[in-house]
Protein backbone atom coordinates (compact mmCIF):
# COMPACT_ATOMS: atom_id res chain seq x y z
CA UNK A 1 0.00 0.00 0.00
CA UNK A 2 1.10 3.75 -0.49
CA UNK A 3 0.32 5.93 2.66
CA UNK A 4 0.60 9.45 3.08
CA UNK A 5 0.76 11.75 6.32
CA UNK A 6 -1.60 14.91 5.35
CA UNK A 7 -2.74 17.92 6.81
CA UNK A 8 -6.27 18.59 8.01
CA UNK A 9 -7.86 21.20 10.41
CA UNK A 10 -4.26 21.81 11.67
CA UNK A 11 -3.29 18.06 12.35
CA UNK A 12 -1.43 15.79 10.61
CA UNK A 13 -4.00 12.56 9.72
CA UNK A 14 -3.47 9.60 7.59
CA UNK A 15 -4.41 8.24 4.14
CA UNK A 16 -4.26 5.79 1.61
CA UNK A 17 -3.26 6.43 -1.94
CA UNK A 18 -5.24 4.81 -4.31
CA UNK A 19 -4.61 5.83 -7.93
CA UNK A 20 -5.37 9.99 -7.82
CA UNK A 21 -7.34 10.28 -4.59
CA UNK A 22 -5.81 9.88 -0.74
CA UNK A 23 -8.85 7.68 1.67
CA UNK A 24 -8.43 9.01 5.34
CA UNK A 25 -7.85 6.54 7.26
CA UNK A 26 -9.63 5.58 11.01
CA UNK A 27 -6.17 6.21 12.95
CA UNK A 28 -5.28 8.85 15.28
CA UNK A 29 -1.44 8.32 15.87
CA UNK A 30 1.21 9.77 12.96
CA UNK A 31 3.09 7.71 10.81
CA UNK A 32 5.71 6.88 13.62
CA UNK A 33 3.38 5.50 15.76
CA UNK A 34 1.72 3.67 13.39
CA UNK A 35 4.92 1.75 12.42
CA UNK A 36 5.78 1.22 16.08
CA UNK A 37 2.12 -0.78 16.50
CA UNK A 38 3.74 -2.95 13.57
CA UNK A 39 0.29 -3.16 12.21
CA UNK A 40 -0.81 -3.07 8.71
CA UNK A 41 -4.87 -3.26 9.25
CA UNK A 42 -5.79 0.09 8.39
CA UNK A 43 -9.64 0.95 8.21
CA UNK A 44 -10.73 3.76 5.80
CA UNK A 45 -12.68 6.65 7.73
CA UNK A 46 -13.21 9.03 5.51
CA UNK A 47 -14.47 10.20 1.96
CA UNK A 48 -11.66 9.75 -1.00
CA UNK A 49 -10.07 13.10 -1.62
CA UNK A 50 -8.37 14.43 -4.85
CA UNK A 51 -4.49 14.43 -4.98
CA UNK A 52 -4.75 17.73 -6.15
CA UNK A 53 -6.53 18.72 -3.21
CA UNK A 54 -4.51 17.42 -0.64
CA UNK A 55 -2.03 19.29 1.02
CA UNK A 56 0.25 15.99 1.97
CA UNK A 57 2.75 16.57 5.19
CA UNK A 58 6.22 14.69 4.77
CA UNK A 59 5.79 10.83 5.37
CA UNK A 60 7.31 11.04 8.76
CA UNK A 61 7.36 14.19 10.85
CA UNK A 62 9.69 13.71 13.48
CA UNK A 63 12.11 10.46 12.82
CA UNK A 64 14.80 9.71 15.60
CA UNK A 65 17.11 9.65 13.22
CA UNK A 66 17.97 10.52 9.44
CA UNK A 67 21.06 8.58 7.91
CA UNK A 68 22.73 9.36 4.87
CA UNK A 69 24.99 7.71 3.04
CA UNK A 70 27.90 9.47 0.88
CA UNK A 71 29.21 8.29 -2.55
CA UNK A 72 27.29 4.98 -3.02
CA UNK A 73 27.06 4.67 -6.58
CA UNK A 74 30.04 3.93 -8.22
CA UNK A 75 29.11 6.55 -11.56
CA UNK A 76 28.40 9.36 -8.83
CA UNK A 77 32.26 8.44 -7.38
CA UNK A 78 33.85 8.99 -10.96
CA UNK A 79 31.86 12.09 -11.81
CA UNK A 80 33.01 13.71 -8.24
CA UNK A 81 36.87 12.49 -8.84
CA UNK A 82 36.35 10.97 -5.57
CA UNK A 83 37.94 7.50 -4.26
CA UNK A 84 35.43 4.11 -3.85
CA UNK A 85 34.98 3.40 0.14
CA UNK A 86 35.87 0.30 1.62
CA UNK A 87 33.35 0.90 3.60
CA UNK A 88 30.00 2.64 4.08
CA UNK A 89 30.65 6.53 4.09
CA UNK A 90 28.05 7.72 6.90
CA UNK A 91 26.71 11.16 7.80
CA UNK A 92 23.63 12.57 9.45
CA UNK A 93 20.49 15.20 8.60
CA UNK A 94 18.25 16.45 10.94
CA UNK A 95 14.62 15.92 11.61
CA UNK A 96 14.33 19.70 11.67
CA UNK A 97 15.53 19.75 7.33
CA UNK A 98 12.24 17.73 6.71
CA UNK A 99 9.78 18.74 4.61
CA UNK A 100 7.29 17.31 2.25
CA UNK A 101 5.96 16.89 -1.44
CA UNK A 102 5.21 20.41 -3.02
CA UNK A 103 6.69 22.20 0.74
CA UNK A 104 9.31 24.82 -0.03
CA UNK A 105 12.96 24.19 -0.26
CA UNK A 106 14.42 27.59 1.12
CA UNK A 107 17.56 28.74 2.15
CA UNK A 108 19.77 32.19 3.06
CA UNK A 109 21.84 33.44 0.27
CA UNK A 110 23.63 35.64 2.74
CA UNK A 111 24.92 31.62 3.86
CA UNK A 112 24.77 29.47 0.61
CA UNK A 113 24.99 30.19 -2.79
CA UNK A 114 25.61 26.49 -4.35
CA UNK A 115 22.61 24.71 -3.28
CA UNK A 116 22.59 21.24 -5.37
CA UNK A 117 19.96 18.29 -5.58
CA UNK A 118 20.47 14.83 -5.28
CA UNK A 119 18.09 11.78 -5.75
CA UNK A 120 17.85 9.12 -3.63
CA UNK A 121 15.67 6.39 -2.58
CA UNK A 122 14.82 6.22 1.33
CA UNK A 123 14.37 3.02 3.73
CA UNK A 124 11.65 3.77 6.43
CA UNK A 125 12.60 1.06 8.97
CA UNK A 126 9.78 -0.80 10.74
CA UNK A 127 11.34 -2.51 13.78
CA UNK A 128 13.74 -1.94 16.71
CA UNK A 129 17.04 -3.34 14.79
CA UNK A 130 20.50 -3.94 16.23
CA UNK A 131 23.20 -6.44 15.71
CA UNK A 132 21.25 -7.49 12.38
CA UNK A 133 22.61 -10.08 9.99
CA UNK A 134 22.30 -8.99 6.75
CA UNK A 135 19.75 -12.16 5.73
CA UNK A 136 17.65 -10.76 8.33
CA UNK A 137 17.78 -6.84 7.60
CA UNK A 138 15.07 -7.04 4.76
CA UNK A 139 12.37 -8.22 6.83
CA UNK A 140 13.13 -4.95 9.46
CA UNK A 141 11.96 -2.25 6.67
CA UNK A 142 8.70 -1.03 6.81
CA UNK A 143 9.00 0.62 3.10
CA UNK A 144 10.21 2.96 1.20
CA UNK A 145 9.94 6.93 -0.28
CA UNK A 146 11.68 9.55 -2.55
CA UNK A 147 14.20 11.66 -0.94
CA UNK A 148 16.22 14.74 -2.06
CA UNK A 149 19.76 15.36 -0.49
CA UNK A 150 20.05 18.81 -1.15
CA UNK A 151 23.30 19.80 0.06
CA UNK A 152 24.62 23.26 0.41
CA UNK A 153 27.88 22.48 -1.45
CA UNK A 154 30.36 25.81 -0.46
CA UNK A 155 29.53 25.18 3.01
CA UNK A 156 29.71 21.30 2.93
CA UNK A 157 33.01 21.31 1.28
CA UNK A 158 34.59 24.46 3.27
CA UNK A 159 33.64 22.76 6.48
CA UNK A 160 35.27 19.61 6.18
CA UNK A 161 32.56 17.86 7.10
CA UNK A 162 28.93 17.43 5.84
CA UNK A 163 26.81 17.87 8.72
CA UNK A 164 26.08 21.63 8.31
CA UNK A 165 25.80 22.24 4.40
CA UNK A 166 23.34 18.54 4.17
CA UNK A 167 21.20 19.82 7.38
CA UNK A 168 19.78 23.49 6.90
CA UNK A 169 16.05 23.68 7.38
CA UNK A 170 14.05 22.30 4.56
CA UNK A 171 16.86 20.40 3.06
CA UNK A 172 15.27 17.12 3.19
CA UNK A 173 12.54 16.38 1.09
CA UNK A 174 10.96 13.06 1.56
CA UNK A 175 7.64 11.81 -0.15
CA UNK A 176 5.18 12.12 -1.40
CA UNK A 177 4.39 9.05 0.80
CA UNK A 178 5.81 5.24 1.95
CA UNK A 179 5.46 2.85 -0.41
CA UNK A 180 5.44 -0.36 1.88
CA UNK A 181 7.52 -3.48 0.99
CA UNK A 182 5.14 -5.54 -0.23
CA UNK A 183 4.60 -3.52 -3.14
CA UNK A 184 8.60 -3.53 -3.90
CA UNK A 185 10.01 -6.42 -4.22
CA UNK A 186 13.27 -5.65 -5.41
CA UNK A 187 14.51 -2.47 -4.55
CA UNK A 188 17.58 -2.73 -5.96
CA UNK A 189 16.41 -2.60 -9.85
CA UNK A 190 13.95 1.11 -9.53
CA UNK A 191 14.85 3.34 -11.97
CA UNK A 192 15.35 6.85 -9.94
CA UNK A 193 15.81 10.15 -11.78
CA UNK A 194 15.53 13.71 -11.25
CA UNK A 195 14.48 16.89 -12.95
CA UNK A 196 15.53 20.56 -12.61
CA UNK A 197 12.64 22.61 -14.19
CA UNK A 198 11.53 20.20 -16.06
CA UNK A 199 14.83 19.17 -17.27
CA UNK A 200 16.48 15.40 -16.73
CA UNK A 201 19.79 16.07 -14.85
CA UNK A 202 19.48 12.52 -12.88
CA UNK A 203 18.57 8.82 -14.69
CA UNK A 204 19.58 5.40 -13.66
CA UNK A 205 18.91 2.27 -11.20
CA UNK A 206 19.45 1.32 -7.99
CA UNK A 207 20.66 -1.77 -9.29
CA UNK A 208 24.25 0.23 -9.15
CA UNK A 209 24.14 1.01 -5.51
CA UNK A 210 27.89 0.25 -4.32
CA UNK A 211 26.42 -0.81 -0.57
CA UNK A 212 23.37 -2.32 -1.16
CA UNK A 213 20.13 -2.15 1.44
CA UNK A 214 21.01 -5.37 3.38
CA UNK A 215 24.56 -4.66 3.72
CA UNK A 216 23.99 -0.60 5.21
CA UNK A 217 21.04 -1.96 7.79
CA UNK A 218 23.43 -4.35 9.19
CA UNK A 219 26.81 -2.26 8.89
CA UNK A 220 24.62 0.51 10.53
CA UNK A 221 23.01 -1.11 13.00
CA UNK A 222 26.07 -2.75 14.53
CA UNK A 223 27.03 0.95 15.80
CA UNK A 224 23.58 2.40 16.91
CA UNK A 225 20.51 0.97 17.02
CA UNK A 226 17.74 2.04 14.67
CA UNK A 227 14.17 2.27 15.53
CA UNK A 228 10.84 2.69 13.77
CA UNK A 229 10.57 5.37 11.59
CA UNK A 230 14.23 5.89 11.25
CA UNK A 231 15.24 6.92 7.47
CA UNK A 232 18.03 6.07 5.63
CA UNK A 233 19.24 7.29 2.42
CA UNK A 234 20.74 5.63 0.49
CA UNK A 235 23.34 7.72 -1.82
CA UNK A 236 22.78 9.29 -5.31
CA UNK A 237 23.83 8.19 -8.65
CA UNK A 238 25.51 10.57 -11.00
CA UNK A 239 23.97 13.85 -12.38
CA UNK A 240 23.82 16.36 -9.85
CA UNK A 241 24.84 20.02 -10.23
CA UNK A 242 28.10 20.27 -9.00
CA UNK A 243 30.12 18.07 -11.12
CA UNK A 244 28.81 19.36 -14.39
CA UNK A 245 30.70 21.69 -16.36
CA UNK A 246 29.66 24.12 -15.47
CA UNK A 247 28.49 23.40 -12.17
CA UNK A 248 24.59 24.06 -12.36
CA UNK A 249 23.01 25.22 -8.54
CA UNK A 250 19.19 25.56 -8.18
CA UNK A 251 18.36 29.13 -7.59
CA UNK A 252 14.99 30.81 -6.12
CA UNK A 253 11.80 29.83 -7.69
CA UNK A 254 13.48 26.35 -9.31
CA UNK A 255 11.38 23.29 -9.39
CA UNK A 256 13.52 20.20 -8.62
CA UNK A 257 11.57 16.80 -9.31
CA UNK A 258 12.92 13.04 -7.91
CA UNK A 259 11.10 10.66 -9.21
CA UNK A 260 11.15 6.59 -8.02
CA UNK A 261 9.77 3.81 -10.26
CA UNK A 262 7.41 2.13 -7.96
CA UNK A 263 6.53 4.82 -5.51
CA UNK A 264 6.10 8.29 -7.32
CA UNK A 265 7.16 11.57 -7.89
CA UNK A 266 8.59 14.37 -4.93
CA UNK A 267 8.05 17.80 -6.21
CA UNK A 268 9.53 21.13 -4.48
CA UNK A 269 9.65 24.71 -5.01
CA UNK A 270 12.64 26.35 -4.50
CA UNK A 271 12.45 29.55 -2.64
CA UNK A 272 15.60 32.18 -1.03
CA UNK A 273 16.19 34.95 1.43
CA UNK A 274 18.38 37.45 2.13
Known amino acids: MKIAQFYKNDRIRLGLVKENVLVPIDYNGRMEELIRSESTDVTPGGDPISLDEVHLAPPLTSP ?7 LN ?3 HVRESKGTVPETPLVFSKFPSSLV ?26 GRKTRRCPEE ?12 NDVSAR ?11 GKSLDTFCPLG ?7 EIPDP ?22 IFKIPYLISFLSRAFTLLPGDVI ?8 GAFRDPSLYMNDGDQIEVEIEGIGTLSNTCRTFP
Open 64 to 70: SKIIAIG
Open 73 to 75: YLD
Open 100 to 125: GHRGQITWSTGLTQKVDFEAELAVIM
Open 136 to 147: EAMNHIFGYTCA
Open 154 to 164: DLQFGDGQWVR
Open 176 to 182: PWITTVE
Open 188 to 209: HDLTIKSRLNGVLMQDSNTSFM
Open 233 to 240: LTGTPHGV
